[in-house]
């Protein structure tokens, strides 16, 4: 393929990079090939010698050489090469020779003049003294897993760091790398030179997503560079701090640190901006000679003293005095808040105790850099053992003699360790040091755990539907409309602002669930209320959520419950499915229908045409806050992902004003009119929208407070006649029939009327 061919030109040196299944393999085989056989099988070729690298013997031979791509594969048998393996070699018939060779044993390159090279990458394991064997790869489900020798297994990304550097100063020097003068170029050529690995996934979802990447958890003593190249090294970072100050005379050689961000949230002088990291890395700065020298508190390098050889002082009671602090100035436990590495940078917290710690005293410091949970506690764990032995204090002389001694200095009194905190001259020096252990400074072993990851939200609007419905479970706030909300993805939670206009919006909730919403994709006309409707299957294409079948008490139960409308807030029919048949991809049919629940069968059109809103009504759309005296206003309300602020761009602008359904009566049932004396005797049978579905009682509730009906004759949507009536009953006398009448046929309307609503949906019956 033409990503596998050597690049055009007279290459000395190149590289394949790529992911797995680029055929790298099967391309470092056929260029093999290609450098060593001739036009025929028994002429030679351009190269008689070549070297044959990777990480191990055994890679070389089963990947190399015998694996489905390797150079045996490859090779036609006539050209096959014979692998010998007392020599480690290959060879062709005309002779060419190909050697293999280990990163383990570099030192066996040297002495055989090579024509060229196939060769495996540079790199070093980020681990515990990582390079005593830069070559070996820590994987428990590997064989070949290994630590190098002597490591501790623990993660160290400077080592890493310093591997690297090592090798491109040493061949960057030209005494190192000289230039060749057949080609006019170094015999390394470091622009050429790449690192295993650089990993195309993305940081930090690799490693983070353990789930979708098995490798992950490798990642963190590997040879990935991923997600570390942007770090620092302390000493870099502390150098310039000083210069940006202007300090330019100081000494960073004694600094061993990775610092994977740190962030300096106000603009102060250097001493300010180095604290955090003095206090998290555990290290001093001192002055020597007119520079400013930083050094680790790793509490090496010992000064013996003698204590009969200690300077006497009027200032002091003793030649030697020893002071240990009070247990109850120091507190038995410490918290470090933290911005959590490899992960969210979320602030974090860790925190250590001292086992024999009583009095529950905290200690807590913020610091503004990127940490792992195990550095964290590294750290808390240092800052605890330090101020323990800290209690203990000296105070000595020295004499001139020994001026060299000052603050950072260790030294060593009768086999215990002290480091010099404070140093006073004048005719001899009076010292100040407490107690410290090296072993302090050794970082413990804690589980590298992984870090937290929230996945990420693009910023796109949310569909946002109300729905200003009846009441349905009966706890509702019978004035507050519910609201229905989707997008695709979803944004987790969505957060709901509103205002009485657009300005000074206040938090009205915080809803976390996707409702299921769609699409009618054929009519469906206004059907039997009561009884079931066994018309033509109704189809819906859904934008979210998936829907199933139920049986017959389910049904009865409230579930399969569905809105469908035009969209407007009081838009809707709420109907109930109990069969549901998938029949594509989000599409589906819903048949065996009870329509117009919940007194929706008053607002029921002739059809609801292809296209009308669909809503599963599973407890998804909440309602949102609406207080009783802010029914039948306008309000604006902003919607939008949660975790983004209110003027973000994503969030919609909607107006609207909610009856509150939730009160409205239902339309009264069995409207009839009865002849009598030439006029008509109407009655009709009340409902209720308040415990309804109780039949022990001798009636329905109320549920308003007062019973009363506006009763009207209609000829179109001329009102002929209107009147208004306190019992479910009313007397259309002959005369007032006979006059309507004699216009044409006319409408009798009957609606319960609400104190609050007002008017319901009507009964209606055509007369004339």
């Known amino acids: 393929m033409p990503h596998q061919l050597p690049p055009e030109g007279d290459w000395r040196t190149w590289v394949i990079l790529g992911g797995r299944g680029a055929g790298k393999t099967r391309a470092g085989a056929e260029w093999v090939r290609a450098a060593v056989e001739g036009p025929k099988p028994l002429d030679p070729g351009r190269c008689r010698r070549l070297a044959l690298l990777g990480e191990t013997q055994d890679q070389v031979r089963e990947v190399m050489i015998f694996g489905d791509s390797g150079i045996m594969a490859c090779s036609p048998p006539d050209r096959r090469p014979t692998w010998k393996a007392s020599r480690k070699c290959l060879e062709w018939p005309n002779g060419a020779e190909a050697m293999a060779f280990s990163a383990h044993e570099p030192e066996g390159l040297r002495g055989p003049q090579f024509d060229g090279a196939w060769a495996d990458e540079l790199g070093c394991p980020a681990v515990d003294k990582g390079t005593n064997q830069p070559n070996v790869f820590l994987d428990p489900r590997s064989s070949e897993s290994h630590?190098?020798?002597?490591?501790?297994?623990?993660?160290?990304?400077?080592?890493?760091?310093?591997?690297?550097?090592?090798?491109?100063?040493?061949?960057?020097?030209?005494?190192?790398?000289?230039?060749?003068?057949?080609?006019?170029?170094?015999?390394?050529?470091?622009?050429?030179?790449?690192?295993?690995?650089?990993?195309?996934?993305?940081?930090?979802?690799?490693?983070?997503?353990?789930?979708?990447?098995?490798?992950?958890a490798n990642w963190r003593r590997g040879h990935w560079i991923t997600g570390r190249a942007s770090a620092r090294t302390l000493a870099s970072v502390v150098t310039?701090?000083?210069?940006?100050?202007?300090?330019?005379?100081?000494?960073?050689?004694?600094?061993?640190?990775?610092?994977?961000?740190?962030?300096?949230?106000?603009?102060?002088?250097?001493?300010?901006?180095?604290?955090?990291?003095?206090?998290?890395?555990?290290f001093d700065a001192i002055e020597r000679g007119g520079r400013l020298v930083f050094r680790m508190r790793d509490g090496a390098h010992a000064t013996e003293l003698d204590p009969d050889a200690l300077a006497l002082s009027d200032d002091l009671e003793a030649r030697l005095t020893e002071t240990r602090a009070a247990e109850a100035e120091m507190a038995g436990r410490v918290r470090l808040r933290f911005f959590e590495a490899d992960g969210d940078h979320e602030t974090v917290a860790e925190e250590s105790v001292l086992p024999d710690d009583a009095t529950h005293a905290i200690s807590e410091t913020d610091v503004a850099l990127s940490l792992t949970r195990a550095e964290a506690r590294q750290v808390t764990e240092r800052w605890l053992v330090e101020a323990r032995l800290a209690r203990d204090t000296l105070r000595f002389a020295l004499p001139p003699s020994r001026i060299a001694l000052g603050a950072g200095d260790v030294v060593s009194l009768d086999g215990a360790r002290y480091r010099i905190d404070r140093a006073e001259i004048t005719d001899r020096q009076l010292l100040e040091a407490v107690r410290i252990e090296p072993g302090t400074y050794l970082a413990a072993a804690f589980p590298d755990d992984p870090a937290t990851l929230r996945p990420f939200v693009p910023a796109i609007p949310v569909q946002a539907r109300f729905l200003d419905l009846p009441l349905m479970i009966g706890d509702e706030a019978p004035h507050a409309p519910h609201l229905a909300l989707t997008a695709s993805p979803w944004p987790g939670s969505v957060a709901v602002y509103d205002a009485a206009d657009d300005s000074g919006y206040a938090l009205n909730t915080v809803i976390a669930a996707r409702a299921t919403v769609g699409a009618t994709e054929t009519p469906l006309a206004a059907g039997p209320v009561g009884r079931l409707d066994r018309g033509a299957p109704l189809g819906i294409r859904l934008f979210s959520g998936a829907l199933s079948r139920i049986d017959g008490p389910a049904l009865l139960a409230g579930g399969n419950l569905f809105a469908v409308g035009d969209g407007s807030p009081d838009g809707w029919e709420l109907l109930q499915a109990r069969e549901v048949e998938m029949i594509a991809p989000d599409r589906w049919r819903l048949s065996m229908r009870l329509r117009g629940q919940f007194g929706t069968d008053g607002v029921m059109p002739p059809v609801w045409p292809a296209g009308s809103v669909v809503v599963r009504m599973d407890g998804a759309p909440a309602q949102i806050a609406l207080a009783a005296a802010a029914r039948r206003q306008a309000r604006h309300y902003r919607i939008g992902p949660a975790r983004r602020p209110l003027d973000d761009p994503s969030y919609t602008l909607t107006v609207a004003a909610f009856d509150g359904v939730g009160l409205?009566?239902?339309?009264?049932?069995?409207?009839?009119?009865?002849?009598?004396?030439?006029?008509?005797?109407?009655?009709?049978?009340?409902?209720?929208?308040?415990?309804?579905?109780?039949?022990?009682?001798?009636?329905?509730?109320?549920?308003?407070?007062?019973?009363?009906?506006?009763?009207?004759?209609?000829?179109?949507?001329?009102v002929l006649r209107e009147a208004s009536t306190d019992a479910p009953r009313w007397r259309y006398e002959a005369g007032a029939l006979g006059t309507d009448l004699a216009g044409g046929p006319v409408r009798l309307a009957v609606a319960q009327v609400s104190a609050r609503f007002g008017p319901g949906p009507a009964a209606r019956l055509d007369l004339g």
């Open 147 to 216: 630590l190098p020798r002597h490591s501790t297994g623990q993660r160290d990304e400077l080592i890493q760091r310093q591997y690297l550097r090592a090798l491109h100063l040493y061949w960057d020097d030209p005494d190192n790398n000289p230039v060749s003068p057949v080609y006019d170029g170094p015999m390394v050529d470091l622009s050429r030179a790449f690192v295993w690995a650089w990993d195309a996934r993305p940081y930090p979802w690799f490693p983070g997503l353990s789930d979708v990447w098995a490798d992950g």
């Open 664 to 718: 409205r009566p239902y339309a009264p049932a069995h409207l009839r009119a009865v002849p009598s004396g030439g006029g008509l005797d109407v009655t009709w049978i009340r409902r209720t929208r308040i415990d309804g579905d109780d039949w022990t009682g001798p009636d329905v509730p109320l549920g308003e407070e007062r019973e009363t009906y506006l009763v009207r004759i209609l000829r179109g949507a001329e």
């Open 240 to 282: 310039e701090i000083c210069a940006r100050a202007g300090l330019h005379e100081i000494d960073t050689s004694a600094l061993h640190g990775f610092v994977r961000g740190y962030l300096v949230p106000d603009v102060g002088d250097a001493r300010r901006a180095l604290q955090p990291l003095m206090l998290a890395h555990g």
